[in-house]
């Protein structure tokens, strides 16, 4: 189904308007009666003819103001998507040059140096490995931002039991968790059902623990859990850690946005993770918000059954 405009919205709104009040002032004779009269006069012929006659003149000058005004919508909307594509070239450009760097460094100086002993190329080898686990993960993130920006009518949704997603992921952070004294209670129920992609929803609960992890602050708690409703799911997940400066909120969930830049390349973390868990949930019909409540808290939503375009 063709989608409608913005200009055409406003079209064919004023059109009603005006043929609705049109026709009012036609039929009735006047605003008392509240009986309709036949046109027997002439002069409500000429009335109807005139009538007419302005419809159709309005009618072309809101279909011409209407496709000028969708295209000014779709001229800006380009400018701004190029604009976006320019900056996220740019942050994907960045953040690709340092472990590409780091790499080139330590593999020349092995090449130009063939003297050196085994355990400082091991330690070479050990850091371009690092850098290139580093640059697997951001290819794999921008790929599932991709994915889900560019296709997402071709992501697969099937029956998915959350509460299991998130016990699997309870298991897998359970040592970097514990290196930290971080305790993480889950209180889902046992069967939390949704008809969903399970790759994407894994990313969510992961990105979301994982950025506690790293970021909360040691022996702190994290907490998830789940309201029912209608035709949707309320998570809450939050920790009782050291929070987010209040004006970094309204840019958490951006591409590439770091609150500590240094320290989040030190963590491994690729400044996708809060971009993918946004867009991950959009794509399951919900919504997501995050601010400070004794630590940094998420709430969000997502739908039981996803609707089909």
């Known amino acids: 189904m063709k989608k409608i405009t913005e200009g055409r919205k406003m079209f064919i709104i004023v059109m009603a308007i005006f043929l609705v009040y049109a026709a009012v002032f036609i039929i009735f004779d006047d605003y008392e009666r509240n009986i309709l009269s036949p046109l027997n006069d002439v002069s409500d012929w000429h009335l109807l003819i005139f009538a007419v006659v302005v419809i159709t003149g309005m009618g072309f000058l809101l279909h011409h103001y209407s496709r000028r005004m969708d295209a000014r919508i779709s001229r800006e909307q380009a400018e701004k998507q190029n604009e976006m594509r320019r900056q996220l070239t740019q942050n994907i450009s960045h953040e690709l040059k340092t472990p590409v760097a780091s790499i080139m460094g330590y593999t020349e100086t092995m090449i130009e140096n063939p003297s050196l002993d085994e355990k400082t190329k091991l330690q070479f080898i050990n850091r371009c490995h690092a850098q290139a686990q580093r640059l697997t993960l951001l290819l794999q993130d921008l790929s599932t931002l991709n994915r889900m920006d560019y296709a997402p009518d071709l992501i697969e949704m099937s029956t998915v039991n959350i509460a299991n997603i998130v016990n699997e992921i309870s298991q897998e952070t359970t040592f970097a ?3 930290k004294q971080i305790s993480f209670e889950n209180h889902l129920a046992n069967e939390v ?3 969903g992609n ?8 992961r990105n979301l623990i994982d950025n506690a992890i790293n970021y909360a602050g040691e022996r702190t708690t994290i ?6 409703h209608s035709d949707e799911w309320l998570f809450t997940f939050f920790d009782n850690g050291l929070g987010i400066s209040p004006e970094h909120l309204p840019r958490l969930f951006e591409r590439f946005y770091r609150i500590d830049k240094g320290r989040s390349r030190t963590m491994g973390g690729t400044g996708l993770g809060l971009a ?7 794509i399951h019909g919900g919504t997501i918000s995050a601010r400070n409540e004794h630590g940094l808290r998420f709430e969000f939503t997502i739908k039981k059954k996803q609707q089909r375009n």
């Open 223 to 228: 907490t998830l859990f789940a309201v029912e």
């Open 177 to 179: 968790a514990k290196q």
């Open 276 to 282: 993918i868990v946004k867009n991950a949930v959009m």
């Open 198 to 205: 399970a790759p994407l929803l894994y990313s969510i609960f």
């Open 193 to 195: 059902i949704v008809e």
